[in-house]
């Protein structure tokens, strides 16, 4: 089993910055890709950015350039630094992890954390 918290969700005006923090804990997996997800209202979940355990990235395009995935492998902790952020990135973000132990791979989704911009 993985516990995944998010935190650093909030309100902010067009053109400022959020930091997403998930930090997920296990004792008996191991932990590998980690991502964050978004859902705004009345539109399907989509990817916005994703970090494996070596640390290669990859971005929707919408955030490319305003957005930045990092990761802390000994904390477990996945980071989500939105620059620049505008209105259309309003949405309830979800952190995501894969996981896998000898057996199998196993996908975990945090509760979500709401992200608003508005003036």
């Known amino acids: 089993q993985v516990q995944l918290v998010e935190s650093g969700g909030g309100s902010v005006q067009p053109g400022g910055s959020l930091r997403l923090s998930c930090a997920a804990s296990t004792s008996t997996l191991d932990i590998n890709a980690m991502g964050w997800y978004r859902q705004a209202p009345g539109k399907q979940r989509e990817l916005v950015a994703v970090?494996?355990?070596?640390?290669?990235?990859n971005y929707a395009d919408s955030v490319k350039g305003r957005f930045t995935i990092s990761r802390d492998n000994a904390k477990n902790t996945v980071y989500l630094q939105m620059n620049s952020l505008k209105a259309e990135d309003t949405a309830v973000y979800y952190c995501?992890?894969?996981?896998?132990?000898?057996?199998?791979?196993?996908?975990?989704w945090g509760q979500g954390t709401q992200v608003t911009v508005s003036s």
């Open positions: 995501n992890v894969d996981a896998s132990d000898d057996l199998d791979e196993y996908d975990y």
């Open positions: 970090i494996t355990s070596d640390g290669s990235t």
